[in-house]
């Protein structure tokens, strides 16, 4: 008898077959010679009508023995023959072809397909976990996860794709909790948006205890994958037009983590540059601390065909789960116990590697915090057993804790780094645990749980402009406007939702939506147009798309004094066809800027403006606003003389626009 080898996505075992045989019978329906036998090696039972009975006639069993025995002495069957047996195996005698076409049988229980109305990328997959997935502690390994992980944003992003694709990165994922064996993994994967070669996956993975019926989130990722041609060109893809409200939030947010995931390599060496050298060994008794050298671990891998996919390329879940397996053992040499896997840096696949390459894993600790230890991990590839030269596939960097018996993070011995490389990968380390918290704490928390003013600074700028625009984005797309007023051009919107009430404030104006985007982006004209501005100095120029700015309003607060705000101003270009200019306002804390007692300190939450082209000559320019809960006491007395005020605000905004769109000095003006 042969034996059992995997096949199926990723190899993971879904469904095996036995060697020496195709095993088609069992994945696409259809009958094959030589591929009667299915899984295990056991004829399949028959399927009869219920008008047949529950048992099969003898004479219908005697052609199908005859034909498993041509089977197994590897006799060619003719087509003819093999369909009637098969057929009657069925309780059919009917030929093939007079029979209608009907619709594939569903198992009980089996996941629904998507509906015509749902997002048709969207793939469930529902994992149980046994006891060849899991760790000493019954556990569900993270490896294996990971793998899941993979395969169902894969799935996702081949369904939009309609060809094969690869992983090219994953962002920044954290575990909430672990998985025991028993309990189940639901993975949902769709796709967010595509851009020209490539498409972001969102994944939401949670468990469910079948016992008591507890749900829990464990992690939400986001993986990028590029589709490839069977030349392995890429592959222009159609755009992806979002349904319902999550999925345009999500569409519209995507073209944010992109920016973000193209400027994270700057981020981090930006803050190496300015991070002071002397301060950055760590001040604990360096006496215990262990040599990094000791925690070094190198292992190799032969990638076999159910490593890979049906173009021979590795699948990127398998090599995330190779490296998590020698991180995993870097990470115990360090401790002397059994780490979890609590964080995945964000990280690309540099090139792919094909069935037949050796993978060689290497991993060390760069350094050791007090409750938490990173370890770098790097993945590289060659063809042949005696080849020199290596391809780099990959570089990731995981975080892990040690848990106590109350599920609390031990205190970890600290790390005495090479000299050399190893300095620098302890520095580079501290960085990314600045920005792994300021990324977690800015972008990973729900809106309403960022406080109004965010410290800025170098560390965080990146994350803080993210949080700024898809603030905006996110209110943009909600779907619960309700119209309040219309004054001639001008509409006002209300949008009620717990403790805030937004404003959307919209007309047309005869200019161009390039020209507009420059002049409201610049908050020191704001006050030609807006009452309500005294004055706007720039005081920072982040970069070109960022600016702080600290302003003086006209308003006086219940302390008779002027307000005052810094403002972080965030500018967008359309992504692509169809999204629309964004200047999006939020409040920032700045050391330069303290509150000072000639003022009263005002914040906003979300504010800003969105510009759609209608015509090479005509757009169509919103203000959104978010009020605070402090704001809503004076809204719910003074409705009708604020939606006055709004409207009468905008038209002089349109009026502005209009003196301004021939201003051959505006700045930037060719966007």
């Not at 170098?458 to 406007?481: D, H, I």
């Not at 050391?591 to 007692?597: E, I, V």
Request: charged letters at 25%.
């Amino acid at each position: 008898m042969g034996r059992d080898v995997s096949v199926g996505h990723g190899g993971q075992g879904a469904t095996t077959r036995r060697a020496g045989g195709c095993g088609r019978r069992r994945l696409c329906g259809t009958h094959h010679a030589r591929c009667l036998v299915p899984a295990g090696g056991q004829p399949r039972p028959s399927r009869t009508p219920s008008s047949a009975g529950p048992a099969v006639t003898r004479a219908a069993l005697l052609p199908s023995r005859c034909l498993l025995k041509m089977v197994k002495e590897n006799i060619v069957v003719p087509e003819e023959i093999l369909s009637f047996c098969c057929n009657g195996l069925q309780g059919s005698t009917s030929p093939p072809c007079a029979q209608e076409p009907r619709e594939r049988e569903e198992a009980p229980g089996a996941m629904a397909s998507p509906s015509p109305t749902g997002n048709p990328t969207e793939v469930q997959m529902s994992q149980l976990v046994l006891p060849c997935h899991t760790n000493h502690c019954g556990e569900l390994s993270t490896g294996q996860l990971l793998k899941w992980i993979d395969t169902a944003a894969c799935l996702s992003a081949e369904r939009h794709a309609g060809c094969p694709c690869v992983t090219a990165s994953m962002d920044d994922i954290y575990f909430e909790h672990t998985i025991s064996v028993g309990q189940v993994v639901n993975i949902k994967a769709k796709v967010n948006r595509a851009f020209n070669s490539s498409m972001e996956v969102g994944i939401q993975v949670s468990y469910e205890d079948l016992c008591s019926g507890k749900h829990c989130s464990i992690c939400k990722a986001y993986a990028t994958f590029v589709a490839q041609a069977p030349s392995g060109s890429k592959v222009k893809l159609k755009p992806l037009t979002p349904q319902t409200e999550e999925e345009k939030i999500e569409h519209s947010i995507a073209a944010e983590r992109r920016r973000m995931r193209l400027v994270h390599k700057d981020t981090l060496k930006d803050l190496l540059t300015r991070s002071p050298r002397e301060t950055e060994l760590e001040t604990r008794d360096g006496s215990a601390a262990v040599p990094a050298e000791k925690t070094r671990v190198e292992s190799v891998e032969l990638v076999l065909p159910p490593h890979a996919n049906h173009q021979g390329n590795t699948f990127g879940g398998q090599i995330m789960a190779w490296m998590e397996n020698v991180a995993t053992i870097a990470a115990s040499r360090l401790c002397h116990a059994h780490p979890t896997l609590r964080a995945i840096e964000m990280f690309h696949f540099r090139g792919p590697s094909q069935v037949g390459d050796r993978l060689v894993l290497k991993a060390i600790v760069n350094n050791a915090f007090k409750n938490s230890m990173e370890v770098g991990v790097c993945a590289e590839a060659y063809g042949q057993e005696m080849s020199v030269s290596r391809r780099h596939i990959n570089s990731a960097f995981m975080t892990f804790v040690v848990l106590d018996q109350e599920g609390r993070p031990r205190t970890l011995p600290m790390v005495a780094p090479e000299p050399g490389d190893g300095v620098r990968r302890y520095r580079e380390a501290s960085a990314r645990k600045k920005i792994r918290l300021d990324r977690k704490y800015v972008v990973s928390c729900k809106q309403t749980e960022v406080p109004l003013s965010v410290p800025w600074d170098q560390s965080n700028k990146v994350y803080l402009s993210y949080n700024n625009v898809s603030a905006l984005k996110t209110l943009v797309a909600k779907a619960n406007w309700a119209l309040a007023r219309e004054k001639e051009k001008v509409r006002m919107y209300t949008l009620e939702e717990d403790k805030f009430l937004s404003f959307r404030i919209e007309m047309s104006v005869r200019i161009a939506a390039g020209r507009a985007f420059s002049l409201l982006s610049d908050l020191r004209r704001r006050h030609e147009w807006d009452s309500h501005y005294a004055s706007a100095e720039l005081v920072q120029q982040v970069d070109d798309d960022d600016m702080i700015y600290h302003v003086v309003s006209q308003t006086l607060s219940h302390e008779n004094k002027p307000q005052d705000f810094v403002i972080l101003a965030s500018r967008r270009k359309p992504c692509s066809k169809g999204d629309p200019y964004v200047v999006a306002f939020r409040s920032v804390t700045l050391p330069t800027h303290p509150a000072s007692a000639s003022f009263t300190r005002g914040e906003t939450l979300c504010s800003g403006f969105c510009i759609w082209p209608e015509s090479e000559e005509t757009s169509k320019v919103a203000y959104y606003n978010q009020a605070t809960p402090g704001y809503l006491n004076y809204v719910t007395t003074n409705v009708a003389g604020l939606s006055s005020n709004f409207c009468a605000t905008f038209e002089a905004c349109e009026k502005f626009l209009l003196k301004n769109k021939e201003d051959l000095i505006v700045r930037l003006q060719d966007l």
